[in-house]
């Protein structure tokens, strides 16, 4: 009788949100399948983000790069030190945009929604275009901002203009006031690169469900904010003639940023899960696998809709037994099994208060991918 092939097995998590970082999750869940599957087997980790706060540590972990650092400013324009990075071949950088235009940056003042822009943003872009970098990876959750991307345009050098041809400011309240862009000045490497924009809505740019009806209100927008804001973005998606871009599901996100973008240089709006996958290899890495562990904080419905674990079971060919280990599992056996899932387990031992199992994360996640690792067959049988 041949021996059996030692198993493949891929973790790749999302983070568990304050408890254990995706890079922490999949060391974690590595060596729970380790001590069940053996070390002949082939545990390949691979931890992944939506897209959202993590992103940019989740790419540089399976890169193994560092992060890099650059002046910047905030959604204020006050000054800032942002980090980003690049890839080990040097040829793709990623931004996560709330290095600079994020809401904790200005916490420590009154909202500005009016004032609020992503020049900050456009500065960390130019340092990967500097670098020479032939792709951008733009991930934008968690911003202040609601300008339509014209402050990261702004900081690539594009002068936007009045009717009386001087420059305007390109905080939110000023997009009205856009008739002109100048783009003589955009950064000469700006429209060369491949952009690809993180998005984890699906809102259009304008109306009820826009950028600024929907996502104004948490940045301090009052109702006569939310109109102005609106109008503004409506009117620079005419003054860009992109008013099709400013229909498209994903426009909305982070105050419209994918806007300028989109119909300046030619960015594509991807699924924040997608495009983190697709750019670690995750395809590649499931080709062979014959299990994957993959996991968040709470698996629930909104999992399967653009999500890291949505991603992976998407991915993941038909032969490869998908599992799931999560904080929390709020979705039954049947939910699990017509979502093309094998099984899903919460780290929770009993009965707990979320302190402790956030305290205690990266042990219950060991302990829970070995059972499940067991339970599997990938061993002796005996828990790990």
């Given at each position: 009788?041949?021996?059996?092939?030692?198993?493949?097995?891929?973790?790749?998590?999302?983070?568990?949100?304050?408890?254990?970082?995706?890079?922490?999750?999949?060391?974690?869940?590595?060596?729970?399948?380790?001590?069940?599957?053996?070390?002949?087997a082939?545990?390949?980790?691979?931890?992944?983000a939506?897209?959202?706060?993590?992103?940019?540590d989740?790419?540089?972990?399976?890169?193994?790069?560092?992060?890099?650092?650059?002046?910047a400013?905030?959604?204020?324009?006050?000054?800032?030190?942002?980090?980003?990075?690049?890839?080990?071949?040097?040829?793709?950088?990623?931004?996560?945009?709330?290095?600079?235009?994020?809401l904790?940056?200005?916490?420590?003042?009154?909202?500005?929604?009016?004032?609020?822009?992503?020049?900050?943003?456009?500065?960390?872009?130019?340092?990967?275009?500097?670098a020479?970098?032939?792709?951008?990876?733009?991930?934008?959750?968690?911003?202040?901002?609601?300008d339509?991307?014209?402050?990261?345009?702004?900081?690539?050098?594009?002068?936007?203009?009045?009717?009386?041809?001087?420059?305007?400011?390109?905080?939110?309240?000023?997009?009205?006031?856009?008739?002109?862009?100048?783009?003589?000045?955009?950064?000469?490497?700006?429209?060369?690169v491949?952009?690809?924009?993180?998005?984890?809505?699906?809102?259009?740019?304008c109306g009820?469900?826009?950028?600024?009806?929907?996502?104004?209100?948490?940045?301090g927008?009052?109702?006569?904010?939310v109109?102005?804001?609106?109008?503004?973005?409506?009117?620079?998606?005419?003054?860009?003639?992109?008013?099709?871009?400013?229909?498209?599901?994903g426009?909305?996100?982070?105050?419209?940023?994918?806007?300028?973008?989109?119909?300046?240089?030619?960015?594509?709006?991807?699924?924040?899960?997608?495009?983190?996958?697709?750019?670690?290899?995750?395809?590649q890495?499931?080709?062979?696998?014959?299990?994957?562990l993959?996991?968040?904080?709470?698996?629930d419905?909104?999992?399967?809709?653009?999500k890291?674990?949505?991603?992976?079971r998407?991915?993941?060919?038909?032969?490869?037994?998908?599992v799931?280990?999560?904080?929390?599992?709020?979705?039954?056996?049947?939910?699990?099994?017509?979502?093309?899932?094998?099984a899903?387990?919460?780290?929770?031992?009993?009965?707990?208060?979320?302190?402790?199992?956030?305290?205690?994360?990266?042990?219950?996640?060991?302990?829970?991918?070995?059972?499940?690792?067991?339970?599997?067959?990938?061993?002796?049988?005996?828990?790990?």
């Amino acid at each position: 009788m041949s021996t059996p092939a030692p198993p493949v097995i891929v973790v790749a998590p999302d983070s568990f949100k304050g408890s254990a970082s995706a890079a922490q999750a999949a060391a974690a869940m590595a060596r729970g399948a380790r001590a069940v599957a053996g070390d002949a087997a082939r545990i390949i980790e691979l931890p992944l983000a939506d897209g959202g706060e993590g992103t940019l540590d989740a790419m540089l972990a399976v890169w193994g790069t560092e992060p890099l650092t650059v002046d910047a400013t905030d959604a204020l324009g006050r000054p800032c030190t942002a980090r980003y990075g690049i890839s080990a071949d040097g040829t793709t950088g990623i931004i996560e945009a709330a290095e600079a235009n994020g809401l904790p940056q200005v916490s420590d003042v009154d909202p500005q929604p009016l004032a609020a822009d992503t020049r900050g943003v456009g500065r960390i872009a130019a340092a990967l275009l500097d670098a020479g970098v032939q792709e951008i990876l733009l991930c934008i959750g968690g911003s202040a901002t609601t300008d339509g991307g014209a402050g990261l345009l702004a900081g690539l050098g594009v002068r936007f203009l009045d009717a009386g041809g001087h420059r305007t400011g390109t905080g939110g309240g000023d997009l009205a006031s856009i008739e002109g862009v100048d783009v003589s000045g955009l950064h000469a490497r700006a429209a060369a690169v491949r952009w690809r924009i993180a998005v984890d809505v699906d809102n259009p740019l304008c109306g009820p469900r826009g950028a600024a009806a929907v996502f104004g209100p948490q940045k301090g927008a009052s109702p006569e904010d939310v109109a102005t804001l609106d109008g503004g973005l409506a009117h620079l998606a005419r003054v860009l003639r992109a008013e099709e871009v400013a229909a498209s599901p994903g426009c909305g996100a982070a105050g419209g940023m994918p806007l300028a973008l989109v119909a300046v240089l030619g960015a594509v709006m991807v699924p924040g899960a997608e495009l983190v996958s697709t750019a670690v290899g995750l395809p590649q890495a499931l080709a062979g696998a014959d299990v994957v562990l993959t996991g968040e904080g709470r698996l629930d419905s909104q999992s399967l809709g653009g999500k890291v674990v949505d991603a992976v079971r998407r991915t993941a060919a038909a032969t490869t037994r998908v599992v799931v280990i999560a904080g929390a599992v709020q979705l039954d056996a049947a939910a699990c099994r017509d979502a093309g899932l094998t099984a899903a387990f919460s780290i929770a031992p009993g009965p707990a208060e979320l302190a402790g199992l956030q305290a205690d994360a990266e042990r219950l996640i060991e302990d829970t991918a070995a059972q499940a690792c067991a339970a599997l067959g990938l061993g002796t049988g005996r828990c790990g």
